[in-house]
């Protein structure tokens, strides 16, 4: 049914409407539209609906009701389309004919505001308050705007406290005008007017747990558990006496436990965590919460017994699952993370940061193939996303599929230079430069660490660091450009200094150049500052040392290479040639 809202002149100038069309007005969803699009008048059937509404007399209160309704939905659609001059001159007429409503002094009163009259605004809101009597919502409305607004008028700071504490005086058994009040003290700098307050509060004979779980939070703030076991106590026994009230209600303790997680008294903390678990075995939030804790205090071995009875109430808890990857990746367990962290994200929407994760999971844990087959899935799920691409050639870089990464790599640049040109720091071009060499590309990768360099940051030079050394050494190896294979070298290593593989290229350099005393004296610094053996550097070390006439100290560098990467036939054939 479409129905219209004429204007019918009348003897008095009135507007006549039907009660249908009033009751229409103040309940249809679809207002706006109407206001915004009037339909056409059929004057005919208007008249018809006003003479059948002769006989049934509307009560001026729908009147009024209909008309607020209608002007105040017009209101919002003008607010919306950047009409605030009308928009506010809606909301005043809606405020003349419903002028005891809160939410239209609120609207009003921001819109003035906002608009360049604040002491319009504040002047309506005055005398709303007056009207009201310091009721506490309005108070507590009131001194919001206030606080809104004082950049414009620093006087209006002082007038939201003053209106909170008038009403407080009338009204202290409202919690929430407590709690704005004695926060706005503190912020203030009222701390003893604030502590009186506190006081009063802390005197109340109520035996309800959810008021002095707020009495209790306001007192964090009035006396601080940081500052001394005198506060420590008095805070702490207000919260234990919100439990006592409650001693089974699992959102009652939960606050208590997490107030003192929160506050580092974490033996407190595992005793609510653990009697709530104790009384609902199968209170999963409680669980990990102890988890949480347990981790900060390094109990490992009690938080692994929680975390599997977690998984054994409810194996298809995301949460938990990742508590348990979690876990197992602080303790090296990287394996175990990974069996977990992929359950997680079965149980979910994964992201692209999600497979990054899982991958980076995979790798730590030797398991390079899975990494590759996370990051193949994030590609499918994001087929233009140069991040992914890159995620998944780094991945086959990773995994020795070196021809593979090249052209995942040169995929991703193509996307990259479409979708996302940021991509394309001097990092990609280095792993880039890596996987085309030793897919035997030297040639091309020597092109790629050349635009890496370029690439680098004015403000950031060390980041060149380790594209210089690459080219160094691709040239070391090819026998070529050795002169400046050294330059590239020591610029490396004095924008990095001490970088083991970064002497090792210097070491390999000297040799080369047939200097083996230096060349040795830098390749044993290069091994002291290893963090984990290389089997290159032992590998280079031995090589010099036969250079130098010391073959039991070459074989026994070699044997070291070997036991490193035993599949290296270069090594055996250099072994037997040293032993003969």
């Known amino acids: 049914m479409q129905i219209g809202m004429p204007k019918l002149k009348i003897a008095a100038g009135a507007v006549v409407v039907t009660v249908a069309l009033a009751d229409v007005i103040a309940d249809s969803v679809n207002l706006q539209n109407a206001l915004a699009k009037p339909p056409e008048i059929n004057e005919l059937?208007?008249?018809?609906?006003?003479?059948?509404?002769?006989?049934?007399?509307?009560?001026?209160?729908?009147?009024?009701?209909?008309?607020?309704?209608?002007?105040?939905?017009?209101?919002?659609?003008?607010?919306?389309?950047?009409?605030?001059?009308?928009?506010?001159?809606?909301?005043?007429?809606?405020?003349?004919?419903?002028?005891?409503?809160?939410?239209?002094?609120?609207?009003?009163?921001h819109l003035m505001a906002g608009s360049g009259r604040l002491a319009a605004g504040r002047?309506?809101?005055?005398?709303?308050?007056?009207?009201?009597?310091?009721?506490?919502?309005?108070?507590?409305?009131?001194?919001?705007f206030c606080e809104n607004y004082q950049r414009d008028d620093p006087a209006l700071q002082q007038r939201a406290l003053e209106v909170l504490q008038e009403a407080y005086e009338e009204f202290d058994d409202s919690m929430p005008l407590a709690e704005r009040l004695v926060s706005m003290l503190l912020s203030l700098g009222y701390r003893s007017e604030?502590?009186?307050?506190?006081?009063?509060?802390?005197?109340?004979?109520?035996?309800e747990s959810g008021y002095w779980l707020r009495v209790a939070g306001m007192a964090r703030d009035i006396w601080p558990v940081s500052a001394g076991k005198e506060n420590r106590n008095r805070v702490n026994g207000l919260f234990e006496k919100a439990r006592s009230l409650a001693p089974d209600d699992r959102g009652v303790n939960g606050t208590v436990g997490d107030y003192y997680a929160a506050t580092r008294q974490y033996k407190e903390a595992k005793t609510v965590y653990r009697a709530m678990i104790n009384r609902y075995p199968q209170a999963l939030l409680?669980?990990?919460?102890?988890?949480?804790?347990?981790?900060?205090?390094?109990?490992?071995?009690?938080?692994?017994?929680?975390?599997?009875?977690?998984?054994?109430?409810?194996?298809?808890?995301?949460?938990?699952?990742?508590?348990?990857?979690?876990?197992?990746?602080?303790?090296?367990?990287?394996?175990?993370?990974?069996?977990?962290?992929?359950?997680?994200?079965?149980?979910?929407?994964?992201?692209?940061?999600?497979?990054?994760?899982?991958?980076?999971?995979?790798?730590?844990?030797?398991?390079?193939?899975?990494?590759?087959?996370?990051?193949?899935?994030?590609?499918?799920?994001?087929?233009?996303?140069?991040?992914?691409?890159?995620?998944?050639?780094?991945?086959?870089?990773?995994?020795?599929?070196?021809?593979?990464?090249?052209?995942?790599?040169?995929?991703?640049e193509a996307l990259a230079e479409e979708h996302g040109p940021e991509a394309l720091a001097e990092s990609f071009y280095f792993n880039y430069s890596l996987a085309a060499a030793q897919a035997g590309m030297v040639p091309r990768a020597e092109e790629l660490l050349r635009r890496s360099i370029g690439l680098v940051p004015a403000d950031q030079p060390e980041l060149a660091a380790k594209s210089l050394n690459q080219l160094g050494y691709l040239w070391l190896e090819q026998g070529k450009n050795i002169d400046q294979a050294g330059i590239n070298i020591q610029r490396a290593l004095e924008l990095e200094p001490d970088r083991p593989e970064y002497l090792d290229s210097l070491g390999w350099y000297h040799h080369l150049k047939g200097d083996n005393e230096r060349a040795l004296n830098v390749l044993l610094e290069a091994l002291e500052k290893l963090s984990r053996p290389d089997a290159t550097i032992h590998h280079h070390a031995a090589e010099v040392y036969s250079a130098l006439g010391k073959k039991a100290e070459a074989v026994q560098q070699l044997r070291k290479a070997i036991s490193l990467d035993p599949a290296n036939t270069l090594f055996q054939e250099r072994l037997s040639e040293f032993s003969q």
């Open 123 to 144: 002047q309506l809101y005055e005398a709303f308050l007056q009207r009201q009597g310091n009721d506490p919502e309005t108070s507590l409305r009131f001194s919001r």
């Open 45 to 109: 059937a208007v008249l018809t609906q006003v003479d059948a509404a002769e006989n049934y007399r509307t009560s001026e209160h729908t009147m009024r009701r209909s008309e607020s309704f209608a002007v105040y939905f017009r209101s919002i659609t003008r607010h919306q389309a950047g009409d605030f001059e009308r928009a506010l001159e809606d909301l005043q007429r809606t405020l003349a004919l419903d002028p005891d409503s809160q939410t239209l002094v609120d609207e009003t009163a």
């Open 286 to 412: 409680e669980r990990e919460k102890l988890v949480r804790v347990y981790r900060i205090t390094n109990e490992n071995e009690l938080a692994m017994r929680e975390l599997e009875a977690l998984v054994r109430i409810d194996a298809h808890r995301p949460t938990a699952q990742k508590l348990l990857a979690e876990m197992h990746e602080s303790l090296g367990n990287f394996g175990k993370a990974v069996d977990h962290f992929s359950t997680l994200l079965s149980l979910g929407e994964p992201s692209l940061e999600d497979y990054r994760k899982l991958a980076d999971l995979c790798a730590a844990a030797g398991r390079h193939e899975e990494a590759v087959k996370y990051l193949q899935r994030a590609g499918s799920m994001s087929p233009e996303s140069p991040e992914a691409a890159i995620l998944l050639a780094d991945a086959l870089l990773e995994s020795g599929a070196f021809a593979e990464a090249v052209t995942k790599y040169e995929m991703a």
């Open 194 to 207: 604030a502590r009186n307050i506190g006081e009063k509060l802390t005197s109340s004979p109520s035996d």
